[in-house]
């Protein structure tokens, strides 16, 4: 049974997918945009006080293996590129409308999508699944 965490973050990504596609909508896409990338950042740290990351982690040794580590360097690629994006759509509310910074904005936009697709299947692969207690 998949963690109810893998079904949020599931979810969230559909939303991504359709305010990516209907990004013309700014009063759908900003907002949207701005809850998913917040929801990213308050992740771990739900994560960190919901579960015993110190047995997983430094007891199990969970932190030596291959696939924590590809998880987190993901994650961080993940945030600078949601820090560049941030930039990048500021400038376009400002109404900077050079279609340089438009395609920019969209390119780091496919990347993100990509990039968020391995950080959750990676996630999923290391989630415990519910019956360990875990929501
Ligand atoms: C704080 C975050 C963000 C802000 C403020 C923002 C802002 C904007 C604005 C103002 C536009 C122009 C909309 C229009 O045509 O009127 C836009 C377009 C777009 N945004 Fe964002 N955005 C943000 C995050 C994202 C993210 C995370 C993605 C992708 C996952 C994304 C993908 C796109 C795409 C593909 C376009 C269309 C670009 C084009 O014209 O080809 N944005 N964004």
Partial sequence: ????????????????????YFS???KFHVPV??????????????LVMTRDWYTRLFVDEDILTFGVWVHFMLLIA??????VQIMAGHRLLKGEDDQRIRQEHRAQGLGILLVRAFVIITGALLAQPLESGNT
Avoid: H, N, Q
């Fill in 78 to 83: 993940l945030f600078v590129l949601y820090f």
């Fill in 24 to 26: 013309r909508l700014r």
């Fill in 33 to 46: 945009m701005v809850f998913i990338m917040t929801s990213d950042f308050l992740f771990p740290i739900y």
């Fill in 1 to 20: 049974m998949l963690a109810g965490t893998v079904l949020y973050v599931v979810a969230t990504y559909a939303l991504m997918v359709a305010a990516f």
